[in-house]
């Protein structure tokens, strides 16, 4: 069965950087048309912030993390990355990992949470002032 599992998380100062990973098992990283990073703080909606196709490797982001967080795949480790520069305060949120089957359903965009098929547990990321 499919599996999504993160790491990376920590709790750091602002202007800190982490890197998210996230390995996939079950299927093969082909498998999936998008991979995507969502994060949900408390009493907040879940927010979609990056998102990648696995064939082209096409990014997006949400514009309150645009130029502070790139994604990037590695296909031969099937793994999806979310390197973090410049972190603030209102990163603080549970992040999790997103895959969507090339065979999936509805399609809402890469951002939205909606049409995702599967989800990892999350990893936290906590930033101090």
């Known amino acids: 069965q499919v599996q999504l599992v993160e790491s990376g998380g920590g709790s750091v100062q602002a202007g800190g950087s982490l890197r998210l990973s996230c390995v996939v098992s079950?299927?093969?990283?082909?498998?999936?048309?998008?991979m995507g990073w969502f994060r949900q703080a408390p009493g907040k909606e879940r927010e979609g912030v990056a998102a990648?196709?696995?064939?082209?490797?096409?990014?997006y982001y949400a514009d309150s993390v645009k130029g502070r967080f790139t994604i990037s795949q590695d296909d031969a480790k099937a793994t999806v990355y979310l390197q973090i520069h410049s972190l603030k305060p209102e990163d603080t949120a549970m992040y999790y990992c997103?895959?969507?089957?090339?065979?999936?359903?509805?399609?809402?965009?890469?951002?939205?949470?909606?049409?995702?098929?599967?989800w990892g547990q999350g990893t936290q990321v906590t930033v101090s002032s």
């Open positions: 990648i196709y696995t064939a082209g490797g096409s990014t």
């Open positions: 997103a895959a969507r089957l090339r065979s999936g359903g509805p399609w809402f965009g890469p951002l939205s949470a909606y049409g995702y098929d599967y």
């Open positions: 079950g299927y093969t990283y082909s498998s999936f048309n998008c």
